[in-house]
Nanobody, 116 residues
């Protein structure tokens, strides 16, 4: 089992930056892919970025070069750095982990609000 806790969301003005963190606990050695998703009100959940155990990174279309996914100093931490935020980036951001048995784990999400 894996538990995920997101943090770092909040209110930011357009053009601002935020750094989200995803802290994993439990059987973290089984995780091979960690992803950030987001879900805006009335919209479907969409992939923002992913990073594999081997370091392969992919970004969804929403990032447009503004987001950066990385591993933190601790092996259980995955970060999402976001800059040049726009009101359209307002959403609940979720951390997702896929383990070697294809189990999917989700955090509770952290709300990002971009507004003047």
């Amino acid at each position: 089992q894996v538990q995920l806790v997101e943090s770092g969301g909040g209110l930011v003005q357009p053009g601002g930056s935020l750094r989200l963190s995803c802290a994993a606990s439990g059987s973290i050695e089984t995780i091979y892919n960690t992803r950030w998703y987001r879900q805006a009100p009335g919209k479907q959940r969409e992939l923002v970025a992913s990073i594999t155990l081997g370091g392969t990174i992919n970004y969804g279309g929403s990032s447009r070069g503004r987001f950066r996914i990385s591993r933190g100093n601790s092996k259980n931490l995955v970060l999402l750095e976001m800059r040049d935020l726009e009101p359209e980036d307002t959403a609940v951001y979720y951390c997702n982990a896929l383990d070697s048995s294809s189990n999917n784990y989700w955090g509770e999400g952290t709300l990002v609000t971009v507004s003047a």
